[in-house]
């Protein structure tokens, strides 16, 4: 069973800085890698498909890179809006699995 | 425009079942595969299962083999997740989602439904 590990637990920065969090996962062979951003009381958005692929309507300050067992979701200029957690997950083939990361939460100050 | 609606939530004591349904429209649906998607109160996202788009191939975390049952009818556009045997600790807001072909991520999410496990 494949695990994701997401780091940092929490991170907190001011408007216009940069986030970057990570995404680790215990082995590879995976289809894809995804980012998803969630607010309070919301369901949860995608923002980024296959590692690096930005969805449908998502600014271009997100970017997320990665291959392999490493993955990484860049912020490039915080907005206050960015308040959320964000979660990696990762879909495999065989068996067909999906497995989220544990989550990190973005404090704007 | 894509709409995924859940709905069967409520309050049940633990040991009793439901079924949740998941209400799709905008997009053909019998062309995409199908999940769930559950999260326990202040908790991260947990998968449960997932289905293929012709209903043929289904497949589940662990934690849920053998107590949850996903199907779906195309012919109405609908999702389903019996789930039977509840324990307290199932008690989530359920999620259904579409899965972008090839399995790159879930593009589309229903707004949630909220079962509570309680005697």
């Known amino acids: 069973e494949i695990v994701l590990t997401q780091s940092p637990a929490t991170l907190s920065l001011s408007p216009g800085q940069r986030a970057t969090l990570s995404c680790r996962a215990t082995q590879s062979g995976s289809i894809s890698l995804a980012w998803f951003q969630q607010k309070p009381g919301q369901a949860p958005r995608l923002l980024i498909y296959d590692a690096s692929n930005r969805a449908t309507g998502i600014p271009a300050r997100f970017s997320g890179r990665g291959s392999g067992t490493d993955f990484a979701l860049t912020i490039s200029s915080l907005e206050p809006e960015d308040s959320a957690v964000y979660y990696c997950q990762l879909r495999t083939n065989w068996p067909p699995r999906i497995t989220f990361g544990g989550g990190t939460k973005v404090e704007i100050k | 425009q894509v709409h995924l609606v859940e709905s069967g939530g409520g309050v049940v004591q633990p040991g009793r079942s439901l079924r949740l349904s998941c209400a799709a429209s905008?997009?053909?649906?019998?062309?995409?595969?199908m999940t769930w998607v559950r999260q326990a109160p202040g908790k991260g996202l947990e998968w449960l299962a997932l289905?293929?788009?012709?209903?043929?191939?289904?497949h589940y975390a662990d934690s849920v083999k053998g107590r949850f049952t996903l199907s779906r009818d195309n012919s109405k556009n609908t999702l389903y997740l019996q789930v039977n045997s509840l324990r307290v600790e199932d008690t989530a807001v359920y999620y259904c989602?579409?899965?972008?072909?090839?399995?790159?991520?879930?593009?589309?999410w229903g707004q949630g439904t909220l079962v509570t496990v309680s005697s």
């Open positions: 289905v293929s788009y012709d209903g043929t191939n289904e």
């Open positions: 989602a579409r899965e972008l072909t090839g399995g790159l991520g879930l593009d589309y």
């Open positions: 905008g997009f053909t649906f019998g062309s995409y595969t």
